[in-house]
């Protein structure tokens, strides 16, 4: 074990596997490391310890633009005689 985890390159060294060890064959060790922890009461290598998944929050409704339009406090403008605001 190293920092809580299986080592897995000083296990392959050891053994003299350094080249056949591969993914599946860690899946079919884990259980015979997992039963050598449990009789030395040391806790779950890290890899078995599953955390919680995050709790997924609902996606926020999406916000429309709006355009803007003219306060209901603005009074209109007077327009002149060539139609410019005056």
Excluded at 11 to 26: Q, R, S, W, Y
Excluded at 30 to 57: C, H, Q, S, Y
């Amino acid at each position: 074990m190293q920092n809580g985890r299986i080592d897995w390159t000083t296990i392959a060294d050891a053994v003299g596997i350094k080249d056949e060890l591969t993914p599946e064959l860690k899946k079919h060790l884990r259980p015979g490391f997992d039963a050598i922890l449990r009789w030395l009461n040391m806790p779950p290598a890290a890899e078995d310890v599953r955390l919680p998944k995050p709790k997924t929050r609902s996606p926020k409704p999406v916000r429309r633009a709006t355009t803007p339009t003219a306060s209901a406090n603005r009074k209109p403008q007077r327009l002149g005689s060539d139609n410019t605001p005056a």
